[in-house]
């Protein structure tokens, strides 16, 4: 970061929070100025008000209170998650200068309680999302593996074509971003987050479906979040047909094993309990 990244920085915190910047100038005051550590930090807290101040900024342009609520805290969740592995979601901004409607996500919101704001990167690969879940199970949460093995666990069919999964869907809005992981897109959609999905006992061929990386990412979010894990009795279909397409991935949650599942089913199965999240875009 150059001096005058800082000074900006540093310039909008002040703004801000006008009585917390004279809290800091008191404190690095009483070290002498010289305090290395506390530099750091101070760097590291500019940083996080900048994004909370401007994502709230842009949601606050076209949303009601109760949808920009709703958005921040899905935000802010992703931000913890994404932190993982060294990423951070794209600005609202960002998504909207892409082609997202921000302003019709925070109509559907309005009307409809069980939909969340997922920010998800599509272009992990399995090492990086198994990094996240393992990540997930140091926390004494619901992903928290009593006697190890990784709270991911994915069929050979998904495993083999994971890129399929792992990809965008054509026509929905993409931001891409160069992370540590390498080249990652991030979208940013509606899904219903009900415990069960939001449509039952129908085939693959009734969609459209969640991506993978949004059915992922939405388990984490709410992990972090300290809510319930969805599927715990139910499948998701996820997007994107394999083995020449024959096949389908489902998601669902073991709570006994305290892991995701994602294994294969026939694109004409069906069940009570197998369905659809359409996500909204």
């Known amino acids: 970061m150059t001096t005058a990244d800082a000074g900006d920085r540093i310039r909008l915190v002040r703004g801000l929070f006008p009585d917390l910047a ?43 209170a109760g949808p920009r609520e709703r958005f921040e805290r899905a935000f802010a969740a992703a931000r913890t998650v994404a932190s993982w592995l060294g990423l951070e979601p794209p600005q609202p901004e960002a ?27 599509h272009g992990l690969g399995v090492a990086g999302w198994r990094r996240l879940f393992e990540r997930a199970a140091e926390d004494d949460g619901p992903l928290a593996q009593r006697e190890g093995g990784s709270p991911l666990v994915l069929a050979s069919e998904a495993e083999r074509e994971f890129a399929i999964l792992d990809r965008t869907i054509p026509g929905v809005p993409v931001v891409r971003d160069g992370g540590s992981v390498g080249a990652v897109g991030w979208t940013l959609r509606l899904v219903p987050a009900g415990l069960a999905p939001a449509v039952l006992g129908l085939s693959f061929e009734h969609g459209p479906h969640a991506t993978l990386p949004e059915m992922l990412m939405l388990q984490l979010m709410r992990a972090v979040a ?5 599927d715990a009795r139910s499948f998701t279909w996820l997007a994107g047909a394999l083995a020449d397409g024959r096949l389908a991935a489902r998601h669902v949650y073991d709570a006994a094993e305290r892991s995701v599942r994602i294994n294969c089913r026939e694109v004409g199965n069906q069940g009570p309990h197998l369905g659809a999240r359409p996500p909204i875009a």
């Open 22 to 64: 004279a809290e800091l100038d008191g404190a690095l005051a009483a070290t002498g100025g010289a305090a290395d550590d506390f530099d750091a930090w101070l760097d590291g807290e500019t940083a996080l008000l900048r994004s909370t101040a401007i994502g709230s900024a842009a949601f606050a342009d076209v949303l009601d």
């Open 95 to 121: 998504f909207a200068a892409a082609g997202v409607d921000l302003g019709g996500l925070g109509a559907a919101l309005a009307v409809d309680p069980t939909l969340v704001p997922v920010p998800a990167p």
């Open 226 to 230: 300290g809510e319930p894990l969805v």
